[in-house]
């Protein structure tokens, strides 16, 4: 089954369009049969959610890395988040769970992405959000925009952006606003 073709009974497939908040429909997502369709493969192809998308108009789109840091197993707001992000118009890779921040580093670089966007819910986001912030700058990639998402505390988000992370999304963020910020912040490579 080709995961751009299924549709949720009574869920729009446009989660970018609608402006549904993150995690709304989670839960029938993750029962769908499609929502296997890559449980295993690093990059679920290639941005979890569909298929690579190409230069719109020979305009280069912008490419993200979507990735869950530690030991943290909850991904359904990461691959609903890749999901607005691809529909809208970005190319997004999904690292998947349990990724440490030199592998996120390391995919984030050979991918060529603009952004990378960091899931979390363990409560380990100050050490590891951090750390692949510090990581890519040492790496020669500090241009990469690094935003984050999950339950962090509105004191730790100031902590957070002091040390690099651009922006902070909490639940009950707007797919379209998520969007519409990537947008507006993370400039397409040549």
């Given at each position: 089954m080709?995961?751009?073709?299924?549709?949720?009974?009574?869920?729009?497939?446009?989660?970018?369009?609608?402006g549904?908040?993150?995690?709304?429909?989670?839960?029938?997502?993750?029962?769908?049969?499609?929502?296997?369709?890559?449980?295993?493969?690093?990059?679920?192809?290639?941005?979890?959610?569909?298929?690579?998308?190409p230069?719109?108009?020979?305009?280069v789109?912008?490419?993200?890395?979507i990735?869950?840091?530690?030991?943290?197993?909850?991904?359904?707001?990461?691959?609903?988040?890749?999901?607005?992000?691809?529909?809208?118009?970005?190319?997004?890779?999904?690292a998947?769970?349990?990724?440490?921040?030199?592998?996120?580093?390391?995919?984030?670089l050979?991918?060529?992405?603009?952004?990378?966007?960091?899931?979390?819910?363990?409560?380990?986001?100050?050490?590891?959000f951090?750390?692949?912030?510090?990581?890519?700058?040492?790496?020669?990639?500090?241009?990469?925009v690094?935003f984050?998402?999950?339950?962090?505390?509105?004191?730790?988000?100031?902590?957070?952006?002091?040390?690099?992370?651009?922006?902070?999304?909490?639940?009950?963020?707007?797919?379209?606003?998520?969007?519409?910020?990537?947008?507006?912040?993370?400039?397409?490579?040549?």
């Amino acid at each position: 089954m080709e995961v751009d073709s299924f549709t949720l009974p009574g869920c729009p497939t446009s989660l970018a369009s609608t402006g549904l908040r993150t995690g709304r429909w989670a839960v029938g997502l993750a029962r769908h049969p499609a929502a296997g369709y890559a449980r295993g493969d690093r990059y679920l192809a290639r941005c979890g959610v569909g298929p690579r998308q190409p230069t719109r108009g020979g305009v280069v789109s912008i490419r993200v890395l979507i990735a869950k840091p530690g030991l943290d197993g909850h991904d359904r707001g990461a691959k609903i988040v890749a999901r607005a992000l691809r529909d809208g118009g970005m190319e997004v890779v999904y690292a998947g769970l349990h990724q440490t921040p030199e592998q996120i580093v390391e995919a984030a670089l050979q991918e060529d992405v603009q952004a990378v966007g960091l899931s979390i819910h363990s409560g380990a986001h100050m050490t590891l959000f951090t750390r692949v912030v510090n990581l890519l700058a040492e790496r020669g990639a500090g241009d990469v925009v690094v935003f984050g998402g999950g339950i962090i505390p509105k004191p730790d988000t100031a902590a957070l952006k002091e040390r690099g992370v651009a922006e902070i999304f909490t639940p009950g963020t707007r797919t379209t606003d998520i969007v519409d910020w990537v947008r507006g912040n993370v400039k397409p490579r040549d």
